[in-house]
């Protein structure tokens, strides 16, 4: 069998499962949201790519690029963020309270080893639980999956909010990525190896979008993806991180998950 079939089999096994899996999330409540941002308009969702990632990728003579509109400096990737929506409810009146999609299309990142190509792209944050991330997956000029899968958003370490009322965005950084194990199955089979584990972490993250009504340019400084799962959080933090974001002008985005793991 062919590295792009054998690759093709495993994405679409891995993205079978995890959308049997993910049947089961919760929905929202018939409970009015206590913030939303209806339509993104911006910004971007990068990651500070960890050390122990680039250097599995190394080792196994593997190349990371980007795609389209994407870009990699200083150690990040970055991608712009293209559209979406996220709404937030009061924790215990739905689950998961934060819920939505960040898209990012035309941008994305690309793994090369020889004449293998494995191209990552067109990326959906999804806050929920579990919080992940999926794309489509191509090679060889070839799409093998339109979404899958491919990395865990794993929001323990989210740190708490932050907004520029100047600059009109909000800010959540300290998510930690980490490569699905369907990804991991899929990059095994395209580069033959078993030496990518599922679980392994990518990076540290953070997304920064524009708040209602703004559309500022690009604040100063690098940027990093933000994610995790919403469910059992400190209500505390969940109602005072909307509030932050409703003075600075906007409404939305309180994912204050901190507390999600402590409790």
Not at 73 to 81: K, L
Not at 110 to 123: A, H, I, N, Q
Not at 136 to 151: I, R
């Amino acid at each position: 069998m062919s590295i792009r079939r054998r690759l093709a089999a495993a994405v679409v096994t891995g993205a079978a499962a995890l959308t049997l899996a993910g049947l089961g999330a919760g929905t929202a409540a018939a409970a009015d949201p206590i913030a939303t941002i209806p339509d993104l308009t911006g910004q971007s969702s990068s990651v500070r790519l960890d050390s122990g990632f680039t250097d599995a990728l190394g080792q196994l003579q593997v190349t990371p690029g980007t795609i389209g509109d994407a870009t990699l400096e200083n150690g990040s990737v970055s991608f712009p963020i293209t559209g979406g929506n996220v709404t937030v409810y009061r924790p215990g009146d739905a689950n998961p309270y934060v819920q939505g999609r960040i898209e990012h299309d035309g941008s994305g990142l690309s793994l090369t080893k020889g004449d293998t190509k494995v191209e990552l792209t067109d990326f959906v944050i999804d806050p929920g639980n579990p919080a992940t991330l999926s794309g489509k997956v191509s090679a060889g000029g070839q799409t093998l999956a339109e979404s899958a899968v491919l990395f865990d958003l794993d929001g323990s370490t989210l740190q708490p909010i932050t907004t520029d009322a100047a600059a009109g965005t909000a800010t959540l950084t300290g998510t930690t990525v980490r490569l699905s194990s369907g990804a991991a199955d899929a990059l095994n089979q395209a580069f033959g190896t078993d030496a990518i584990q599922g679980g392994l972490t990518i990076g540290v993250a953070t997304i920064v979008v524009n708040l209602p009504g703004q559309m500022p340019a690009m604040p100063a400084g690098g940027v990093e993806t933000g994610g995790g799962s919403t469910s059992g959080p400190d209500a505390g933090l969940v109602v005072a991180g909307v509030a932050a974001l409703m003075v600075a002008g906007g409404v939305g985005l309180a994912a204050r998950r901190r507390g999600a793991r402590r409790n």
